[in-house]
């Protein structure tokens, strides 16, 4: 069981984030910065997680002593390309038509600001999408909303439990926070 020794406030307004720390029994508050999420060129994908989850992190500034700040971003790469958060539905549509019957990669970064020390650590599962009909991923942008989702999809949405036929790594990593990984590093913290 995690002690809540030091408050702890979750950078990000994602409900994903925010339910999972509830169903790890996390107390915590969201506290929000603007953060600019462009990066340097020639990163790795992973590189860029940990990238922009060290510069939401490092928004914080002011932290009071004792208090953990968490951060994450969440990458979906195909062949090592980048498929961000689409821009309109017509987007939405070329990025699942790109990752049909495919496997790609979920990574999510987080970072753990305490007392000014930055732990940065990051996760990869692989996912594999059966091969989508175009009504089908129609149905899909029209009936969910994968505007805010980083690869157009949501793995715990209909998209998820139709169409993902297999998974190597963390569930919890593919809804945007790598739980198990997570819950030990706060534990290190908390000691």
């Known amino acids: 069981m995690l002690k809540n020794t030091s408050p702890i406030i979750l950078a990000s307004k994602s409900p994903r984030r925010?339910?999972?720390?509830?169903?790890?029994?996390?107390?915590?508050?969201?506290?929000?910065r603007d953060v600019d999420e462009s990066y340097p060129a020639g990163l790795s994908p992973s590189e860029i997680a940990v990238y922009i989850a060290e510069k939401k992190a490092k928004a914080?500034?002011?932290?009071?002593?004792n208090e953990i700040?968490?951060?994450?971003?969440?990458?979906?790469?195909?062949?090592?390309?980048?498929?961000?958060?689409?821009?309109?539905?017509?987007?939405?549509?070329?990025?699942?038509?790109?990752?049909?019957?495919?496997?790609?990669?979920?990574?999510?970064?987080?970072?753990l600001l305490k007392n000014h020390k930055l732990i940065s650590f990051y996760e990869i599962?692989?996912?594999?999408?059966?091969?989508?009909?175009?009504?089908?991923?129609?149905?899909?942008?029209?009936?969910?909303?994968?505007?805010?989702?980083?690869?157009?999809?949501?793995?715990?949405?209909?998209?998820g439990l139709v169409a993902v036929e297999k998974i190597n790594g963390s569930y919890s990593n593919i809804v945007g926070l790598p739980t198990q990984r997570l819950y030990e590093e706060l534990c290190k913290l908390m000691d």
């Open 18 to 32: 925010q339910e999972l720390l509830h169903l790890m029994g996390i107390d915590f508050k969201v506290v929000l």
């Open 125 to 159: 599962s692989e996912v594999f999408f059966k091969t989508l009909s175009a009504e089908q991923i129609k149905h899909y942008i029209s009936t969910y909303s994968p505007m805010d989702k980083a690869g157009a999809y949501g793995i715990q949405e209909w998209i």
């Open 60 to 65: 914080f500034d002011e932290v009071i002593d």
């Open 69 to 111: 700040v968490i951060t994450a971003d969440t990458i979906v790469s195909l062949d090592g390309k980048i498929l961000g958060k689409p821009q309109d539905d017509a987007h939405a549509f070329e990025i699942l038509s790109d990752l049909s019957g495919k496997r790609h990669e979920v990574i999510t970064a987080v970072s």
